[in-house]
């Protein structure tokens, strides 16, 4: 098969896979990338992963950039990329325009309503597994909570504070060498 | 034009939401604010549907937003606008893999963003509780003090958090069962009193 094609549809199942973010990718990666077609090794893998986590943007579309890239240049990482997310296109706006449709019916309002409750728990626990990752010292605990107490009562926007978190990041530890 | 400022917008989420899917949630906030594309409400169903359908979380909500805006082709905009500056940085990080993770200043950087990053997805889950655990709205209007909680709600979120966080044999099932029980609770006891 072309070797395009074949990393489009190769990433495209990985895309299907993935069923509930970034995190439940791997374990589909080591099959589908490492085992089955023999593009990266699991080391590899693992290097593109956690660069993939720490970097912005979505984790499964860094990793397939990375991946597309070593196979077959920029050329590879732009048809991986496209075909991890051409899944979601085609998956999610068929789902949106039914829920857009039905959104005044009492049945689904009622079953969003419960689905809201079950949203915050999800994401409360997401906070407390990056928690773990993230805070580790007081400095980053004392970044948390201004972050925190600012974005919950202004309106600025999360880019300003991600820029002022580097900017911060990185004086600090230029500081901490310095003595 | 609608689908530039999708695409730019979506860009700017990719560019700086930071830690996965869920690091995108703050960024949508922001942009309902602004734009009035969306309501809060609408925004939380949003994030149900992506957590519980194929594909990456971030991907999903780009998708839904953008057609929720401004149909097919504004999903396609919304969504190229968000992987854009992945391809972009992860190519230039290939290029110099060897000394990226080791660079002085990236790791320091990353060592304040990702606290950050926690805090403002933190921020964005109170913004979930207030509008699907209270009735803002009924206190406001001098429903006394017990009007303001949602008892049903909060009832099933408390049982969601102790499934997912207590129970061993239910804490590695996929949050979509919890997903689709909770639509299951909502409609059974009339959570929205439609």
Redesign the interface.
Known sequence: MNIYLDLFLSFAKVGVLTFGGGYAMLPILQREVAENKKWATEEELMDYYAIGQCTPGVIAVNTATFIGRKVKGLAGSILSTLGVVFPSLVIIIAIAAFVNNFADSPIVQNAFAGIRACVCVLILNAVVKLWKKAIVDKPTLLIFAIVFILSVFTNLSPVVYVILAAVAGIILKSLEAKK | MIYLRLFFEFF?T?????????A????LY?LS?KTGWFTY?KL??M??????????????MA??VG??TAG?PG??CA?LG??T???I???I??RF?AN??DN??V????????????????????L??K???LNVDTFQQGGGILSLFDFK??I??VI??VL??FVKPLKKL???V??A???????V????G?
């Open positions: 700017k990719g560019l700086f939401a930071v830690g996965g899917g869920m995108t949630i703050p960024f922001d604010d409400d939380a169903d994030i149900a549907v992506s957590e519980s359908t194929p594909g990456p979380i971030g991907v999903n998708t839904f057609f929720t097919i999903a396609i969504t968000l992987i500056p992945s391809v940085i992860i190519l990080i290939a893999l990226f993770n002085k200043y790791k320091s950087a990353f060592y304040t963003i990702r606290p950050a990053s926690t805090a403002l997805i933190a921020a964005a889950g109170v979930v509780l509008i699907s655990l709600a909060i099933l979120a969601v958090y997912t966080n996929h949050p979509v919890f997903i029980l909770s639509a299951v609770a909502g409609i006891f009339k959570f929205a439609a």
